[in-house]
């Protein structure tokens, strides 16, 4: 029995010892947490604090810009205005351009009745001059037929008689892009440049020469 209480006992110490190392653990980390918790809220002060706010100095702690005023004289600032030269620079003027001068023009006169041009003296008034302005111009796209006349020859004297080779003769047709096609080089290059360029979709330039006069369906463009 007394060797059972000595063993209790041991292991009561020993459980003791434990309990005391945790405890010893315990109030380490807590220290640790409390100076973690400082250096956060410092932290948070350089990060989100107000710069206007000033924070008490400790007398103990030497400041680092703590210097003697005579190491830094202050200078006087003039009081004379500085002058900032700048350089003349030219501006375009604003207008309207000139209209280009390869455009075709067509002159239109705009004269007087001949009444006016009578004086009250009764004198005929002479032009001293005019005055010119123009306007820019659109003419409405135009579809036309191009009709391919080819005369064809014939000799009457050899008419109805055999020979080796035919007594009729005619110019042959033009070259065409596209073969049996009914649109000109300029109609098939005014139907791509709408259709890549402008991207205008078959079906609106469908309506467009539907307005001009003529039909020309989608399914052959």
């Known amino acids: 029995m007394i060797i059972e209480a000595d063993i209790a006992s041991e292991k009561v110490n020993e459980l003791q010892k434990i309990i005391d190392s945790y405890l010893r653990k315990e109030k380490e980390y807590l220290s640790e947490i409390d100076i973690l918790n400082e250096q ?6 350089k990060l989100f604090g107000r710069k206007s706010e000033k924070k008490p100095v400790d007398d103990k702690q030497l400041s680092l810009f703590d210097l003697p005023e005579e190491d830094f004289p202050i200078v006087e600032e003039s009081e004379e205005d500085d002058e900032i030269v700048v350089p003349e620079h030219k501006r375009k003027k604003r207008g309207r351009k000139p209209i ?3 455009l075709p023009r067509i002159e239109v006169i705009h004269d007087i009745d001949e009444a006016e041009k009578l004086c009250k003296c009764g004198c005929l008034k ?3 001059g005019e005055e010119v302005s ?7 796209s135009k579809i036309q037929v191009i ?6 020859y014939a000799c009457k004297k050899c008419e109805g008689v055999e020979s080796d080779g035919p007594t009729v003769a005619i110019a042959r047709l033009p070259e065409q892009i596209i073969p049996k096609c009914i649109g000109t080089p300029g109609l098939i290059a005014f139907v791509i440049t709408a259709k890549f360029v402008d991207a205008l979709p078959f079906y609106r ?3 467009q020469f539907l307005r001009i006069g003529v039909k020309i369906s989608r399914a052959t463009m």
């Open 126 to 128: 002479t032009c001293i």
């Open 40 to 45: 956060i809220r410092c932290l948070k002060d």
């Open 134 to 140: 123009e306007q820019l111009d659109i003419v409405p």
């Open 205 to 207: 330039q469908e309506k």
């Open 100 to 102: 280009p001068e390869d």
């Open 147 to 152: 009709r391919n006349v080819r005369p064809k």
